[in-house]
């Protein structure tokens, strides 16, 4: 059964650190999506890869966040420095498009971020 | 844009209620639809998806039927349990070059005994 992993599940850092989130998309998979849930803006895209290559990170901040793909087994996201309001649920999903538009996207169980 | 529009929560029914949860979309051409549930403390999972007008996506006993006249995509399940209290997001997709999944702002439903 293929999952999308993510590490780590909990992070408590404080304010002015350096973040990272990693995620395994499933092997074969050609694309990784990553957002933000917070029960004040619900679900957030932040960026978003296809075969390896940022085609989409509007959603996020680029002065403090980052992400990257190294190779197609690893997503990374980056939040340096970090700041109280970036406490939320990062997600990382990945999917399957043969050449254009987008499926099903499969969901990673969560990176639980608390900024203090 | 695209965007989509749920009905707002918490829903709470009893057990073995009839259960709909409405949704409509904006968009253009001829998009994708689907449903995720997100269970507690998890990430989200493809419930059921439709592809094209008519079409009705099903699973776990939940239905819900692409309607194109009246741009919408309804979950409904005929009689729910307390295992499907979570939160559903309606979502839409367009086919055709690169393009981002719109999720709606998700429905949170709570089944009591």
């Known amino acids: 059964d293929a999952r999308v992993t993510q590490t780590p599940r909990h992070k408590v850092t404080e304010m002015g650190q350096e973040v990272t989130m990693r995620c395994q998309p499933i092997l074969g998979h050609n694309t990784v999506f990553w957002y933000r849930q917070t029960m004040m803006q619900g679900l957030e895209l932040l960026a978003y890869f296809r075969n390896r290559a940022p085609l989409d990170d509007s959603g996020m901040p680029k002065d403090r966040f980052s992400a990257e793909m190294p190779d197609a087994t690893l997503a990374t996201l980056k939040i340096q420095p970090s700041e109280p309001r970036d406490s939320a649920v990062y997600f990382c999903a990945s999917g399957y498009t043969p050449g254009q538009g987008t499926d099903t996207q499969y969901f990673g169980p969560g990176t639980r971020l608390t900024v203090l | 844009g695209n965007s989509v529009t749920q009905m707002e929560g918490p829903v709470t029914l009893s057990e073995e209620a009839f259960l709909t949860i409405n949704c409509t979309y904006t968009?253009?051409?001829?998009?994708?639809l689907f449903w995720y549930v997100q269970y507690p403390g998890e990430g989200l999972q493809l419930l059921l998806k439709?592809?094209?007008?008519?079409d009705k996506g099903s699973n776990k006993g939940f239905e819900a039927t692409y309607r194109k006249e009246t741009t919408s995509f309804h979950l409904e399940k005929g009689s729910v349990q307390v295992s499907d209290s979570a939160v559903y997001f309606c979502a839409l997709t367009n086919s055709g070059g690169y393009q981002k999944v719109t999720f709606g702002t998700g429905t949170k439903l709570q089944v009591i005994p």
């Open positions: 968009a253009t051409g001829y998009p994708s």
């Open positions: 439709a592809t094209k007008a008519d």
